[in-house]
């Protein structure tokens, strides 16, 4: 069992940065691939970043790549999303989320989930 708890969102304006970070509780954090999703009002769930269990490979969508970066920290058990040049299309509510096994992907299939931090972006 894993439970995540995320904070740091906020209210930032056009440009600029946030740094989300998600705090893991379980003794498997080590071995266990993450990732950062979305919801943006009137919309449905989409992928933001991913990261395997290693923190080695790493994968981002295509609109916020270049943008953010995934990192963790495996002695703390924690996983951060560094937000960069933000937009106002990048409001939603952020979640961390974990699967189980190492490999990291962009698609939906993991099994634990925060309960989510606000950022919003204004113009």
């Known amino acids: 069992q894993v439970q995540l708890v995320e904070s740091g969102g906020g209210l930032v304006q056009t440009g600029g940065s946030l740094r989300l970070s998600c705090a893991a509780s379980?003794?498997?954090?080590?071995?266990?691939?993450m990732g950062w999703f979305r919801r943006a009002p009137g919309k449905g769930r989409e992928s933001v970043a991913a990261?395997?269990?290693?923190?080695?490979?790493?994968y981002y969508a295509a609109s916020v790549k270049g943008r953010f970066t995934i990192s963790r920290d495996n002695a703390k058990g924690t996983v951060d999303l560094q937000m960069n040049s933000l937009k106002p299309e990048d409001t939603a509510v952020y979640y961390c989320?974990?699967?189980?096994?190492?490999?990291?992907?962009?698609?939906?299939?993991?099994?634990?989930w925060g309960q989510g931090t606000q950022v919003t972006v204004s113009s």
């Open positions: 379980g003794r498997t954090f080590s071995t266990t691939a």
């Open positions: 990261i395997s269990a290693s923190g080695a490979v790493t």
């Open positions: 989320a974990a699967k189980q096994g190492p490999v990291p992907t962009l698609i939906d299939h993991y099994n634990y």
